[in-house]
């Protein structure tokens, strides 16, 4: 049993950058495939980036290709997303989740954290 656990959302300005975080417990961590999925008010939720259970792989949604970046540090059993140009279409919970065996662009991993919130102002 893996608990995800994110943090480090904000309000921010149009054109600022936030950088989330999402702490994971449990030993087998650096063998979990991560993922970051976001929701605005009354939509759908929809995948933003992913990354292999090495760091060596990395997927992004083409909304915010070029503008975020994940990361992963399996010694602190984090993974994080860096928000650049960040817009008003950005604001959104934003949940990282991740995965022993599925790696992708879908929601079938298999934990997932509660939520941080990312409101951008315009």
């Known amino acids: 049993q893996v608990q995800l656990v994110e943090s480090g959302g904000g309000l921010v300005q149009a054109g600022g950058s936030l950088r989330l975080s999402c702490a994971a417990s449990g030993r087998t961590f650096s063998s979990y495939a991560m993922g970051w999925f976001r929701q605005a008010p009354g939509k759908e939720r929809e995948f933003v980036a992913a990354i292999s259970w090495s760091g060596g792989s990395t997927y992004y949604a083409d909304s915010v290709k070029g503008r975020f970046t994940i990361s992963r540090d399996n010694a602190k059993n984090t993974v994080y997303l860096q928000m650049n140009s960040l817009k008003p279409e950005d604001t959104a919970v934003y949940y990282c989740?991740?995965?022993?065996?599925?790696?992708?662009?879908?929601?079938?991993?298999?934990?997932w954290g509660q939520g941080t919130q990312v409101t951008v102002s315009s």
């Open positions: 989740a991740g995965d022993p065996v599925y790696y992708g662009l879908g929601e079938e991993y298999d934990y």
